[in-house]
């Protein structure tokens, strides 16, 4: 029993020593403070010295660093919003550096560049995903692909016909194929986007069909840069006694999309730089804009249907003839369909090229300086403010200015612009009642936005045609920009839409441009007592609607649309959708049973 209680003892002092040189230490980042005399102390102060935990700020900061790199990415910054010494220890580079290499391990001496290379390369790998729902069937989920481990993040992304192809931000291009898996339950299944290959590396963009139908997008076309022999290169003769090393010259190398067989490669003088690929034409008058880093455009035309076939030609690179006629300005970024392109310069312009007669009517309503003969003369858009994004469709277009405002023109058959009825635009209309969107998507018949509510939770709107599911929730389509029923992934950027499913991509770069700014008052396009006078004719128009409307859920259909319309918060149109829905279906519990 003594030697029990001797141990006790020595324990008990122990402890006391601990804390005792714990509590005369003190936190790091803090100044320190002016200690009492032991005369000036009270019995109090003493005993309660012994009972004070120590602080996670006495540790040094490599071992804060291991401590927190263990932690998930969305603990990391909530540990740094608690106070500024924490903001300081998560905000280092060490502490992503150790993040990012536990994401992803190959990632080891490469990194994203910019002002914080690390927390960029971490965030981009934990924020990446692709996601996609289904039209069809009876289960409508977001459902998430394959994530490649190799990937550094997600840039870009495709659908194709079969597969899916996805670009990061090192410059590799994966191929994500659907394939029959087994299930939970024993079940054979077909998946999509399950498994995924490397299809090639430094690749600088991607192009495919510009149709919206995924069936015509056989090839794909990878604009990348390879290093060529510089006997190749400069064009001296094989064996003509030059160096053997080589130059950095860019390609384009066109593959199947079935299975990733590379059918087609042509490649241009080094002296050439490109950043941007995208198609127009026919596939037998394919004709492939090539986008320089001066913010020049070349074009060459190819021959689809001659493309599997083992032969080698020479195509002519020719100059576009906006860059003819137009050589002071530097276009930033091209988009295209299969008959029409808009090029949006470093300013803030835009530029249409229309090449049928049809699509030029729908878009402008009329064919008054249609040119058949010189189908490449670049027409100029008359916007009030510089345009930052655009999406194309078929026979209408989207436009989205520094301040965020949306400006839809063309075709509004289906009411796809979302203007609130359905009749064409030959200018560009403002969409008054949504702005700031983060992504715009303009398909066949529909348009989609992906928006964000103050709450920072996303929601995705569409208007236009319904049909086949493609406006889920709203299967009769809707003129004005209303919510579907999706739930939208935290961190999604990029939405697309093929005729099965619909995809949204996320991954969050910190290195993004800063949002719209905000719109001065002498800059407003619409006073606020004209706005106010927009909104009340719009409401006037909806209850001449609902008058007219025969049936009941006709006219909740139609007050819901109105409830879209509006400038509502996210959760308050959720409560007038969920209050409709509860009155709708009190009605039908009321209504007497018809008499047999």
């Known amino acids: 029993m003594s030697e029990r209680r001797i141990a006790r003892k020595f324990k008990r002092r122990k402890l006391q020593r601990f804390s005792h040189i714990s509590s005369t230490e003190e936190p790091l980042g803090q100044p320190k403070k002016k200690r009492r005399s032991s005369s000036a102390e009270t019995t109090e102060d003493k005993k309660g010295k012994g009972g004070d ?139 999509r986007a399950c498994r995924y290959m490397v299809l090639c590396r430094s690749a600088k ?62 490649t241009f003088h080094f002296s050439m730089k ?32 001659q493309l599997d076939q083992p032969r080698s030609y020479t195509v002519q690179l020719a100059l576009r003839k906006v860059s003819k006629c137009l050589p002071h300005i530097a276009v930033g970024h091209m988009h295209s369909n299969q008959s029409s392109a808009v090029y949006l310069t470093d300013e803030g312009a835009v530029y249409f090229e229309v090449h ?24 100029a858009l008359s916007l009030p403010a510089k345009v930052l994004s655009c999406a194309l469709g078929y026979n209408h277009l989207g436009l989205v200015d520094e301040f965020g405002r949306i400006f839809m023109q063309g075709n509004n058959r289906y009411g796809q612009l979302g203007t609130g009825d359905k009749i064409d635009r030959g200018e560009p209309a403002q969409v008054h009642y949504l702005k700031g969107p983060l992504d715009l998507w303009c398909g066949l018949n529909h348009t989609l936005v992906l928006s964000q509510s103050g ?47 619909l995809y949204m991509l996320s991954s969050h770069d910190i290195e993004e441009a800063p949002g719209y700014r905000e719109l001065p008052a002498s800059k407003a396009g619409v006073p606020s007592s004209d706005t106010e ?42 409560f007038f959708w969920e209050a409709l829905d509860m009155i709708q279906r009190a009605a039908e519990l009321q209504e007497p049973p018809a008499s047999s």
């Not at 049928?356 to 027409?379: E, I, K, N, W």
């Not at 909104?535 to 859920?553: D, F, G, V």
């Open 533 to 574: 006078a927009l909104a009340a004719r719009a409401c006037e128009e909806y209850l001449s609607q609902l008058h007219k409307c025969p049936t009941l859920a006709g006219r909740m259909a139609k007050m819901k649309e109105a409830v879209g319309s509006m400038p509502l918060l996210t959760f308050q149109k959720d």
């Open 274 to 305: 490109f950043k941007q690929i995208v198609l127009v034409g026919q596939e037998t008058e394919r004709s492939l804009l090539l986008l320089t880093e001066e913010g020049k455009i070349y074009s060459l035309v190819v021959n689809e249907t």
């Open 53 to 191: 935990s120590a602080s996670i700020q006495i540790f040094p900061p490599e071992l804060l660093y291991y401590i927190i790199s263990f932690l998930p990415v969305k603990d990391v910054v909530a540990l740094g919003q608690t106070c500024r010494y924490f903001y300081e220890v998560c905000d280092s580079e060490g502490v992503w550096q150790r993040i990012c290499r536990r994401l992803s391990p190959r990632l080891r001496d490469e990194n994203s560049g910019g002002s914080r290379p690390w927390k960029r390369s971490a965030i981009l790998n934990y924020t990446k995903g692709l996601y996609f729902q289904m039209f069809s069937g009876r289960r409508h989920v977001v459902s998430k692909t394959v994530a490649p481990l190799l990937s550094h993040g997600y840039r870009k992304f495709l659908p194709t016909k079969d597969h899916v192809f996805i670009l990061d931000y090192n410059g590799t291009l994966f191929f994500l194929k659907n394939a029959l898996v087994s299930s939970t339950l024993g079940h054979v299944q077909w998946r």
């Open 205 to 266: 963009d991607f192009a495919t069909d510009p149709r919206s139908d995924t069936a015509y997008r056989k090839y794909l076309y990878v604009l990348a840069t390879r290093e060529q022999p510089v006997a190749a290169a400069v064009g001296h003769p094989e064996g003509s006694g030059t160096a053997a090393s080589g130059r950095l010259c860019d390609c384009v190398e066109v593959y199947l999309q079935s299975s990733g067989q590379r059918v087609f490669k042509m």
């Open 455 to 501: 709450d920072f939770s996303k929601d995705l709107l569409g208007c236009g045609c319904g049909a086949g599911g493609r406006l889920p929730g709203w299967p009769k389509g809707s003129a004005s920009f209303v919510r579907l029923h999706i739930k939208v992934p935290p961190c999604v950027r990029r939405i697309c839409s093929t005729r099965e499913c």
């Open 356 to 379: 049928s007669p049809g699509v030029y009517r729908d878009l402008f309503g009329t064919l008054h300086a249609f040119d058949p003969l010189d189908q490449q003369m670049p027409l």
